[in-house]
């Protein structure tokens, strides 16, 4: 089993960036997806989140407007797009799936830094 998050970097406040996560080793379909973030000294956020079909989505309050997972069951890979970013968004960030007997896997994370 893998998760494999790309596409982090260094952008400037209001830019944008779009995270994938390609999944590996199971039943990618059968599985809920997250985005999670961490800073030093913070709990971990909840981002965003997406049903196994995709038929639904929710966000943290502090992403909504700015921030669209989306996946593709056909390439096992889900995606965070994000816009107008902000410093404090700055961050890991990890990809989770989840499936409904609450089985879980995490991806190595993707450092995200938002700074002019």
């Known amino acids: 089993v893998q998760l494999v998050e790309s596409g982090g970097g260094l952008v400037q406040p209001g830019g944008s960036l779009r995270l994938s996560c390609v999944a590996s080793?199971?039943?990618?379909?059968?599985?809920?997806m997250s985005w999670f973030r961490r800073t030093p000294g913070k709990e971990r956020e909840l981002v965003a989140a997406?049903?196994?079909?995709?038929?639904?989505?929710n966000y943290a309050d502090s992403v909504k407007g700015r921030f669209t997972i989306s996946r593709d069951n056909a390439k096992n890979t889900v995606f965070l797009q994000m816009t107008s970013l902000k410093p404090e968004d700055t961050a890991v960030y990890y990809c989770?799936?989840?499936?409904?007997?609450?089985?879980?896997?995490w991806g190595q994370g993707a450092q995200v830094t938002v700074s002019s």
């Open positions: 997406i049903t196994s079909d995709g038929g639904s989505t």
């Open positions: 989770r799936a989840r499936s409904h007997l609450l089985y879980e896997y």
């Open positions: 080793g199971f039943t990618f379909s059968n599985y809920a």
